[in-house]
């Protein structure tokens, strides 16, 4: 599955790779986020899951707000690797 290929990809950089973390938590919002993006294209008047993506893109922002200030190496790593969202230029 998705996670999976995830957490050997980031297990082989670090050893010890924990679920809980802010760039795996990231990684799975991001996934049904996609998921639920194609889902919302067929099917535009499911206004259940248009209010759970919402929620789910909130709680994204939180954590990447939280890991922008935190780390913001993880973070700029993070965003790359996703490719979810412009660098900022100043």
């Not at 259940?48 to 954590?63: A, D, E, H, N, V």
């Amino acid at each position: 599955m998705i996670k999976n290929s995830f957490i050997s990809v980031n297990s082989q950089e670090e050893k010890e790779e924990k679920k809980g973390s802010v760039e795996f938590q990231v990684f799975s919002f991001t996934t049904k986020i996609r998921r639920l993006t194609s889902h919302l294209e067929l099917h535009r008047k499911d206004y259940l899951s248009q209010k759970g993506l919402r929620k789910i893109l909130g709680k994204r922002q939180r954590l990447l707000a939280y890991l922008s200030k935190k780390n913001e190496v993880r973070y700029k790593k993070l965003i790359s690797q996703l490719g979810i969202r412009e660098p900022k230029i100043y």
